[in-house]
């Protein structure tokens, strides 16, 4: 790894960077951005198993995410099991009803509607995978005192992010999906009190018949400005 130096009496590496020229920088990010807009939310997901081994690479990309402070606040839980993935779209489902039924304004199921989406949810079932992401606000230290952690949900988003781009990495699919409130989550899965359910995000392979919206994306010029 190379030398090590002190900085305020921590120790500090050398930076292991690539280095490309314009060029190269434009053909990579051209091909990334391609990429990456072939990624596209989907509902649709096969029962078709997908190994643990996948799943647990996907968590550590996930988990190289910067973080305020470096404290990684998150905790990512995988399930496969079919009787809790059962309760979870049971109890999922329950909320998501009183959302479209009682909850939701006007304009945001009227927003919805070219999605397509509904208060059931069978890819909670179907997916092989749910990865439900916890933000952790603290930690307990060993002598039960509490030790804040910073910018947490922020954090958890990029991480989420890179989690994303893993799945889609991987060749599988997944959706981002807020049942709210989701503190069933916590006691399901029986987190401690410092952990609250940030996204719960089922993961698989694409069904055989799978569609998606025929949405369109912003174009830069409506989304960025620059100062040059």
């Known amino acids: 790894m190379g030398y090590t130096k002190l900085v305020n009496g921590f120790p500090f590496i050398p930076y292991q960077k690539e280095s490309f020229d314009a060029g ?10 391609q990429w990456s807009n072939t990624r596209r939310t989907c509902r649709d997901i096969s029962d078709r198993e997908v190994p643990r ?14 973080s305020g402070a470096h404290k990684q606040p998150w905790t990512f839980c995988a399930i496969s099991n079919a009787a809790l993935k ?8 329950e909320e998501e ?12 199921l009227q927003d919805l ?41 922020e954090s958890c988003g990029i991480a989420c992010g890179f989690l994303l781009a893993a799945i889609h990495h991987a ?20 987190r401690p009190e410092n952990e609250k359910p940030f996204l719960l995000i089922p993961v698989g392979y694409a069904a055989e018949d799978a569609l998606v919206p025929d949405l369109k994306r912003k174009g830069l010029e409506e989304m960025a400005v620059f100062f040059e």
């Open 113 to 153: 509607a070219p999605i397509g989406t509904d208060w059931q949810k069978p890819f909670l079932e179907t997916a092989p995978w749910l990865i439900v992401v916890f933000r952790r606000s603290f930690e307990v230290q060993t002598d039960g005192s509490k030790r804040q952690n910073y910018y947490v949900q």
């Open 86 to 93: 059962k309760a979870i779209r049971q109890a999922a489902e």
């Open 24 to 33: 190269e920088m434009q053909k990579r990010s051209e091909w990334f951005y």
């Open 97 to 108: 009803y009183k959302s479209y039924k009682e909850r939701m304004s006007a304009e945001w």
């Open 171 to 190: 060749g599988l699919v997944a959706l981002t999906h807020t049942p709210s409130p989701m503190n069933f989550l916590s006691r399901l899965l029986n």
């Open 53 to 66: 081994k996948v799943i647990e690479h996907i968590i550590k990309t996930a988990s190289t995410a910067p």
